[in-house]
């Protein structure tokens, strides 16, 4: 039999359901936009009906849980692409500026100037007695060696940049971290209570791609659903509760890296000397950067200082052979800086050239103002193999400098603007999966605001019974 | 599929931003009518373009180099021109003077006094300035290379102008060799000249090949010259014209004519009324007028060889721009249908975002 306190009881809770429910569906819409969401539901279950004889009488439906509607691999996949992103979008976002360097289509550069500088050795060589030509010389060598000094310059430039980025990107890991290692006590603590922690694992799954997307990571995540998160090979950087923290010093040259730029540390415990990583990370926007900044961008310096100190040292050799118009036996016609690193920063005309024009030799001989000898084999050089094993010329080899930029340069933004598709199409994917569509959310509204009323009219009905009940004696 | 809102906005946002960057590196295009703007756009074609200006300014500076050549050479070979008149001039005298039937002592002393007086015109030609620079003193252009009595004091410098990547041509003529007949000194000086022909070596000894002489032995020794090390490009820079030029030629040099010697044994001739003397002189001046012709031709020979030098710079000039042009330029009939063709489907995915962004259920519900 019956009670119609059970019906009342029925009614109780289905409104309690729809209740949910409908918040569930408000939190659906409210998050709509939120990065990362997974939509939730509510699951729905026959409560345990009651027996009476051979009677199972059924009482309704009860909340069962709140879930979120989302795949796991897919997230993982998603977390892999978008890691190889972030690598593709650091370095691509440092080679376009490496590129501004070497471009030439818009402005002078190297190229010119040394074609300028070659030119006037030229025009000298026609007219070696002209005070005019010297001064030409001497000008266009001054603007050569400048520009050497403004590639070296631009360029350790961009070094310090990607330094401050690195600085940057490596204070948003510590920052990431922290909240992961404080999401993963929420997701333990509300998991203990048999409730899945939808909206704290959502979060963590999205900080998990921010952070993989700016270094490295290897995560797994534990039997008592927290994640262990580990950067490079051995950089523990999230266990538990406890975040290690990253941190960037400008240190001394080492491998690959240049004087002065930072190198990342990495420190397991506040007491523990910190640990140099910066060669471990090689993977996203950080190692991006990282490689511009240590592998291209330093061996571009060193081929543009090879290239100076071996135009400097080709053009002296000859120079010093020649006779000034005192008849002296030429002077270095550049002061070579003593070692190849720094050369093209380093690199200047002789100064008591640049005060003197007429220390400039071309005679080959004594007493032979019209000699140019000196100063056509000077100008010849632009076309002589005297740099890389003496197979190709100044001009060549900066050529294919600015070739293998361009390459390295199309290359990479070729290779970022793919893997965006990649990237989107998956995003995509879980949105088909794990989005909240409005129409959905307003048909779930409409399903629910129903079995609201239905179950309102359930208890008024109930209610109505008991007065039924009530007035049986009046009567 | 299922799907959701934000896969719409999303892909609203992907397409619309792509469309638009299309869009902007075209207008980029169009603007700067370039569509090579930096290195990554092609690779290739920029290190080719910088090739390519890199030949063009060179081009442009030989180009430069030969007209001052040219110039130099016209100048030189019509102040040769000059002196081959005055022999000629002597000439006539000495033919005049050489017999009784037309002369006498009397027009031997007025004819002397000319030839003395064309004594000093040579000279003159022999100090020819260009500018500052004097045509005929080798190496030594600042000074007068001949003082009043025909001595010289110049060197044997030839003035080697860079015509091309290759090849050198000299744009001068040392005076030693026109007016003292020194003939040209070879680098090694093993291979002295023919006695009594003032030929000069570099002139291509079968002319017929309708080659420019002079520019072949720049051709020849172009293999020689590609040093790998600065030390091997002084070498050849000094053996260039050999250590010391003044001393090289020196033993062949009474086998060329001395033209103002010459001329003053005309005019001593003249003054003693020596017949026999004045017509023994007419072989030497025969002699000293064709020094004089052989060294024009030389000089008419290189200018050639500019002249040709300077028609393949500028048909090199050309052709590089064009190929310039067929890197960097932007064809701009392409792009503007390349323009066409994206705003068009701008306008088709502005259109269908307008129909994604449609309203929803929520719209529909009362």
């Known amino acids: 039999m019956s009670k119609i306190h059970g019906m009342m009881d029925v009614g109780k809770r289905s409104m309690m359901n729809s209740q949910t429910a409908l918040q569930t569906t408000g939190h659906n819409i409210a998050n709509k936009s939120t990065e990362g969401y997974s939509r939730q539901r509510v699951e729905l279950q026959t409560a345990e009906p009651l027996g009476m004889g051979k009677l199972r009488i059924g009482t309704g439906a009860k909340s069962a849980a709140i879930t979120r509607t989302n795949n796991p691999y897919l997230e993982k996949q998603i977390q892999k692409e978008q890691a190889n992103l972030g690598y593709l979008e650091g370095k691509a976002d440092a080679m376009t500026r490496v590129e501004q360097v070497y471009n030439e289509q818009m402005n002078k550069g190297l190229n010119q100037f040394s074609t300028d500088f070659f030119n006037s050795f030229r025009e000298f060589a026609n007219n070696p007695e002209s005070l005019a030509t010297r001064t030409q010389v001497k000008e266009t060598a001054d603007h050569m060696t400048q520009d050497f000094a403004r590639v070296n310059k631009q360029l350790t430039e961009i070094q310090r940049d990607l330094d401050q980025q690195v600085a940057v990107q490596v204070d948003q890991v510590n920052e990431i971290t922290k909240e992961l290692a404080s999401l993963n006590e929420k997701v333990q603590m509300v998991e203990a209570s048999g409730a899945p922690a939808n909206d704290e694992r959502d979060r963590r799954d999205l900080l998990i791609k921010q952070l993989g997307q700016k270094i490295n990571i290897r995560w797994a995540e534990g039997a008592d659903g927290n994640v262990t998160v580990t950067a490079g090979q051995n950089a523990l950087l999230v266990t538990g509760n406890e975040a290690k923290r990253l941190d960037v010093k400008s240190t001394p040259a080492e491998g690959a890296k240049g004087e002065g730029n930072f190198d990342v540390f990495y420190h397991n415990s506040e007491r523990s000397t910190a640990i140099r990583v910066t060669d471990q990370l090689n993977g996203g926007s950080l190692g991006g950067l990282l490689e511009v900044r240590d592998k291209t961008i330093n061996g571009l310096l060193d081929q543009v200082d090879n290239m100076a100190y071996t135009l400097g040292s080709t053009v002296n050799e000859l120079h010093q052979r020649g006779f000034d118009v005192y008849n002296k036996q030429g002077a270095t016609f550049f002061e070579l800086p003593k070692e190849l690193k720094g050369a093209s920063a380093n690199l200047k005309l002789n100064e008591a050239i640049a005060k003197d024009v007429g220390k400039i030799a071309s005679a080959a001989q004594r007493d032979a103002p019209g000699d140019n000898r000196v100063a056509n084999a000077i100008s010849k050089l632009q076309f002589e193999g005297v740099i890389g094993d003496n197979k190709a010329t100044l001009d060549e080899y900066y050529n294919s400098m600015v070739g293998e930029v361009g390459i390295q340069t199309r290359r990479t933004t070729t290779e970022q603007d793919s893997q965006k598709n990649i990237v989107n199409q998956l995003k995509n994917i879980r949105e088909s999966i794990s989005g909240v569509s409005l129409d959905e959310e307003t048909t779930r509204l409409i399903e629910y605001q129903k079995g609201f009323d239905a179950s309102a009219r359930l208890i008024r009905t109930a209610d109505e019974m008991f007065d039924t009940v009530l007035n049986l004696k009046r009567m | ?366």
């Open chain 2, 1 to 366: 599929m299922r799907i959701a809102d934000k896969m719409n906005f999303d892909q609203v946002n992907a397409t619309l931003g792509k469309n638009r960057t299309d869009m902007a590196e075209l207008q980029n295009q169009a603007a700067t009518q370039k569509k090579l703007t930096k290195p990554s756009d092609d690779p290739l074609a920029a290190t080719r373009v910088l090739q390519t200006r890199t030949e063009i300014e060179a081009g442009k500076q030989f180009l430069k180099s030969v007209g001052q050549a040219k110039n130099f050479l016209e100048y030189s070979d019509q102040s040769l021109g000059e002196l081959a008149e005055v022999f000629m001039r002597a000439k006539e005298l000495a033919i005049s003077q050489s017999n009784d039937a037309s002369a006498s002592e009397s027009t031997r002393q007025v004819a002397a006094t000319e030839v003395e007086q064309l004594f000093a015109q040579s000279v003159q030609v022999g100090n020819r300035k260009q500018g500052d620079r004097f045509l005929f003193g080798g190496f030594r252009t600042t000074r007068p290379p001949f003082d009043a009595n025909g001595n010289y004091k110049g060197d044997s410098g030839e003035m080697k102008i860079t015509i091309n990547k290759e090849a050198q041509v000299a744009m001068n003529m040392p005076g030693d060799r026109i007016f003292l007949g020194k003939s040209v000194q070879t680098p090694s000086g093993t291979t002295p000249p023919t006695p009594g022909e003032n030929r000069d070596p570099k002139v291509d000894p079968q002319p017929t090949h309708g080659n420019d002489p002079a520019v072949r032995p720049a051709k020849i020794r172009a293999p020689a010259s590609r040093f790998s090390t600065p030390n091997e490009a002084a070498a050849e820079m000094k053996s260039a014209d050999g250590e010391e030029p003044n001393n090289l030629g020196e033993s062949w040099k009474t086998k060329g004519t001395n033209v103002f010697k010459v001329l003053s044994d005309l005019e001593i001739a003249l003054r003693a009324n020596d017949k026999q003397s004045v017509q023994e002189s007419l072989d030497h001046i025969d002699e000293a007028l064709a020094q004089v012709v052989i060294a024009r031709s030389t000089l008419g020979a290189r200018a050639q060889t500019l002249t040709s030098a300077m028609e393949s710079l500028q048909k090199g000039q050309v052709d590089a721009k064009t190929l310039q042009s067929n890197l960097e330029d932007a064809d701009t009939f392409e792009l503007v249908s390349d323009i066409n063709k994206t705003e068009s489907t701008l306008k088709a995915s502005l259109q269908t975002s307008g129909k994604l962004i449609q309203p929803s259920l929520l719209d529909f519900l009362r």
